[in-house]
């Protein structure tokens, strides 16, 4: 993997992952004004959430025609200016989290149970190929394999910002979930706390001495795996809440990505790629889902948490989707109609493709 940097017209950093060396960035000819985002967090007094506050996000692009693709080398909307790319990176022109958000006043309405701060985290964009009409599923291995290494290097980088203390990476993939882009791509979020999802593990682990490799070793014994190497394991997990859930695991406890050795990092490549094309060979059209990667925090708690990929999609049939109503959005209450086990075995039975 070769990296190279470069800077777009607003001065947000663009960074190019190349399976070849020898790029020379193109300059970006737009000369777009700079970034002023206005991004901050307000923590629910009643569960302790943070919840994050972007106005200027609410217009970001939208679901544009091919050739405004931002995402396609050199076109006239394009944040990449290159002709061509393996993998190229660069920050959010409508970020969640900017460590250049401007300050705010410590609460709301100057309340003291309303706790507000700067969203000064960082928001990136990683682009997995230059072709508009490509997925992940398919890439050759050598390609996931790039951005394996993409996802190792701003992991390590995103950690090192004073502010930020939990990086994490994941795909939106399909309409049905939301996405505002069809090209195929993922983001990064580095967060300048520690999410809900993350704190509740936290706990748990804290409680409960290598609880991470007591979840490996069950689920390996179980009856719910569905690719197995070496150096990881994916499994539909016993308490699934999603129709589609999948979890990937290494099987040594590793923090983030920019723990893992070459060997664990060639394996990733070659089994996340099958478990997504066993994902798309489950109903008759792609699936739609969210590929999360769960990274312990850059500081306190750090030797608790696991690397691991958490798969999930809101589809549980061919032609109905899972909503999200009062249940599950309003007390946080899950119900799942299809047993893990059921989803396991259709899992390992289909052909990936």
């Known amino acids: 993997m070769h990296r190279t940097r470069a800077r777009l017209s607003d001065g947000r950093e663009l960074v190019y992952y190349d399976e070849s ?9 737009r000369g777009l004004p700079p970034v002023e985002p206005v ?21 970001r692009t939208f679901l544009p025609p091919p050739d405004q693709c931002p995402l396609c080398p050199g076109g006239p909307a394009s944040e990449i200016p290159d002709d061509s790319y393996d993998v190229a990176v660069f920050e959010n ?7 250049r958000t401007p300050a705010v006043p410590p609460t709301v309405d100057g309340a003291e149970v309303f706790e507000r701060f700067p969203g000064a985290g960082r928001c990136e964009v990683v682009c997995f190929t230059d072709d508009h009409t490509a997925a992940m599923t398919d890439l050759p291995v050598s390609r996931v394999r790039t951005v394996v290494d993409a996802w190792a290097d701003r992991t390590a980088e995103l950690s090192e910002i004073p502010t930020v203390r939990q990086v994490f990476a994941f795909e939106n993939r399909g309409v049905e979930i939301g996405v505002t882009l069809h090209h195929p791509h993922g983001q990064i979020y580095a967060y300048p706390f520690i999410t809900p999802r993350t704190e509740r593990v936290l706990a748990q682990a804290s409680r409960h001495p290598g609880l991470f490799d007591d979840v490996l070793k069950a689920e390996r014994a179980g009856t719910r795996v569905v690719l197995a190497g070496e150096h990881w394991t994916a499994y539909v997990p016993a308490a699934a809440r999603w129709p589609v859930e999948v979890h990937l695991m290494p099987h040594r406890h590793v923090p983030d990505f920019a ?36 990274q312990a925090p850059t500081g306190e708690g750090r030797d608790l948490v696991r690397l691991h990929l958490e798969l999930f999609s809101i ?14 959005s309003g007390m946080a ?21």
């Open 333 to 353: 209450a899950w119900i799942n109609d299809v047993p893990p086990e059921a989803a396991a075995a259709r899992l390992r039975e289909v052909t990936a493709g």
């Open 21 to 29: 060396p020898g790029r020379i960035p193109v300059p970006d000819p």
């Open 93 to 99: 022109r409508f970020p969640s989290f900017d460590a």
């Open 39 to 59: 991004c901050e967090v307000r923590r629910d007094p009643l569960t302790g959430d943070h919840v994050t506050v972007t106005a200027h996000r609410n217009t």
């Open 315 to 328: 589809r549980r049939a061919p032609d109905k989707i899972k909503y999200l109503a009062g249940s599950e």
């Open 259 to 294: 723990a893992l050795d070459t060997a664990e990092r060639d394996e990733l490549a070659v089994l996340y790629r099958d478990l997504l094309r066993r994902c798309d060979a489950l109903y008759d059209t792609p699936l739609p889902y969210v590929a999360g990667w769960h």
